[in-house]
């Protein structure tokens, strides 16, 4: 009998462990994949990031008149597992370590860029 | 007498999973217990065939949120092992860190969910709080608490700096003090042992002719553990498996707080013999043949069979998951146990049913 009252009693004298989380947030932490961005500038719309994505939440295509590419992700769809930006080869997809804010209605990521021409091989 | 059909579930207040059970009750004594599963099937193995193998282990994962990481370090094995990669050693003692981390948390749920189960609100709160150490190791170190999607074919995709090392250390060390400090709650309580003591028996004989698995299996004074296979980095750690003898409730939730201390020492002996090096091997090429793997879950043993035909999609995937295992034992249990035990004695095997129905 009893075995939990000095437990109880620490507990009861010493701080709360938890916290006021909205008003009191953590540091997150370097590695924790919150979010997901693509900086488009760097994009070559290749289209690994789509094929490796196990949950297929990223689309890529390219429209040759304009010279433009679209990069579109479904962050309802993604499961943040961090592949894509491993296997990015210009490493312009990133992942912030904060959450991904709460939305009301479903959106898309779309990013819209400029596709570089082809590099010319060297005489 | 009269008999009574009383269902059990599938939505039940002491019970997170949609497991349904009707009872046959006598006078509140059980008589029978009927199981019906089928609440929440996903159709994960059929994947297999319209995702490539690399992309499956994500899919693996997500069979069980508690023992995510074990479930892809299996697949892994198995795909290693029809490929013939060898993984570097380095990627086998991170695998085994992490592996033992899901054990620990998982476990430690486990053992506030079963405080849970019999009222002990005071003592669910102390083991989730301790889990919240280990959650945020594997925050720190993988990126997410729960799915942490380390493992891939031929390796791991993050290492461990030596200050993380430390830190993990450190963390370990104070979780093993605090779960310590519950040891007298939970193995001499008076409201823990009347709950437990006596309830729920399962015999060394029936758990062995059953196919019972993992803690239930040792629970009943079987000592067998899948970790004795030396997958991994197991081969160059020491271990013993944790029996007791009595096989019931008690029995069960004394070898859970047990391992919970044990897999705090494996992480200590992981981390003292970490070697440098590689943490992944590249992999060419898609598999060919079939396989069978089994690891440790922390609810029992988990057996993969996987085939594949030479092209990036395999042709199937089978997992079957310890409470697979553990459900034939459970109903072996219930008969003549009274009402009010059943939420208790289901408790004590762990019951994962996402696990169970894929």
């Given at each position: 009998m009893l075995n939990m009252t000095p437990t109880v009693l620490k507990n009861l004298l010493?701080?709360?462990?938890t916290r006021m989380y909205p008003v009191e947030k953590r540091e997150p932490f370097d590695r924790y994949r919150g979010e997901l961005f693509n900086n488009i500038d760097d994009?070559?719309?290749?289209?690994k990031c789509q094929i490796k994505c196990p949950s297929q939440c990223i689309t890529v295509t390219k429209d040759k008149d304009s010279g433009t590419g679209t990069w579109v992700c479904d962050p309802f769809a993604c499961?943040?597992?961090?592949i894509c930006v491993d296997h990015c080869p210009t490493n312009s997809l990133y992942m912030k370590p904060v959450h991904r804010a709460p939305s009301a209605e479903r959106e898309m990521i779309e990013q819209v860029g400029k596709v570089k021409p082809p590099k010319k091989k060297a005489k | 007498m009269a008999r009574t059909i009383i269902p059990f579930g599938p939505q039940h207040p002491v019970l997170p999973e949609p497991l349904h059970v009707k009872l046959v009750v006598e006078d509140e004594i059980v008589q029978e217990a009927i199981p019906a599963l089928g609440y929440v099937h996903r159709g994960l193995e059929k994947l297999a065939e319209i995702r490539d193998y690399h992309q499956m282990i994500q899919i693996v994962e997500r069979v069980c949120g508690i023992c995510s990481n074990i479930h892809s370090m299996c697949y892994c094995q198995g795909i290693e092992e029809i490929m013939g990669v060898e993984v570097p050693d380095r990627a086998k003692y991170l695998r085994t860190i992490w592996s033992e981390l899901h054990r620990m948390h998982s476990h430690l749920l486990w053992l506030g969910l079963f405080a849970d189960a019999f009222g002990f609100e005071a003592l669910f709160m102390q083991f989730w709080r301790i889990r919240e150490r280990i959650m945020d190791i594997n925050e720190a170190t993988t990126g997410s608490r729960v799915i942490t999607s380390v493992n891939v074919v031929g390796g791991v995709r993050q290492d461990l700096t030596p200050e993380m090392c430390s830190w993990i250390l450190s963390e370990v060390n104070t979780a093993e003090k605090e779960i310590k400090g519950l040891q007298n709650t939970i193995l001499n309580d008076y409201t823990v042992c009347t709950r437990t003591?006596?309830?729920?028996v399962l015999t060394k004989e029936q758990a062995y002719d059953l196919g019972a698995a993992g803690p239930t299996l040792r629970g009943s004074g079987v000592a067998s553990d899948m970790r004795l296979l030396k997958y991994a980095a197991f081969d160059k750690i020491d271990f013993e498996p944790v029996v007791e003898n009595d096989g019931d409730c008690y029995a069960r939730s004394t070898v859970r707080f047990r391992e919970t201390l044990q897999s705090a020492e494996l992480v200590r002996q992981a981390l003292a013999g970490l070697p440098q090096g590689e943490i992944a091997t590249k992999v060419k090429g898609n598999p060919e043949g079939e396989v069978i793997t089994r690891v440790e879950q922390p609810r029992g043993e988990c057996l993969y069979y996987i085939k594949g035909?030479?092209?990036?999609?395999?042709?199937r995937v089978r997992i079957r998951t310890p409470t697979f295992a553990n459900i034939p034992p459970l109903l072996a249990m219930?008969?003549?146990?009274?009402l009010a035990d059943v939420p208790v004695i289901i408790l004590s095997i762990d019951p994962c049913i996402s696990c169970t129905e894929r």
């Open positions: 010493s701080k709360s462990s994009c070559i719309f290749c289209k499961v943040y597992c961090s | 003591k006596g309830v729920g035909n030479g092209s990036k999609y395999l042709d219930l008969p003549h146990c009274e």
